[in-house]
């Protein structure tokens, strides 16, 4: 199993940033993907997670209501699509993958991640 994200880059506070990230070697069916993020000198942090057993989607409460998670089945690609960004949503951001349908405790559980990408928000 492979993840591999897109770049990620600047953006103005207030903005709005997609990040992608393509799997591939995937032969289960039961499985979610999670977005994670941590900023300078902080933990890491869960962001949202995307139950494929049922198209289940949960939201961290600091990006409920600006973030939102999709996918594009035929290019095996997800996507976290960021608005209304702040300084401090300023990160390094992860997808992964864990097996199973579990969207809780996510981050101890992941089986496979990405390589990750910086997103830095311009105030």
């Not at 995937?26 to 900023?39: E, K, S």
């Not at 939102?68 to 990160?91: F, G, I, P």
Request: with cysteine; glycine share 10%; net charge neutral.
């Amino acid at each position: 199993v492979r993840l591999v994200q897109s770049e990620g880059g600047l953006v103005q506070a207030g903005g709005s940033l997609r990040l992608s990230c393509v799997v591939s070697g995937v032969t289960f069916g039961d499985y979610v993907i999670a977005w994670f993020r941590q900023p300078p000198g902080k933990e890491r942090e869960a962001v949202s997670c995307m139950r494929m057993s049922d198209g289940s989607i949960f939201y961290g409460d600091s990006v409920k209501g600006r973030f939102t998670v999709s996918s594009d089945n035929s290019k095996n690609t997800w996507y976290l699509q960021t608005s209304s960004v702040k300084s401090e949503d300023t990160a390094s951001y992860f997808c992964a993958l864990r097996i199973g349908h579990n969207c809780n405790d996510t981050l101890q559980y992941m089986n496979y991640w990405a390589q990750g990408t910086y997103v830095t928000v311009l105030a």
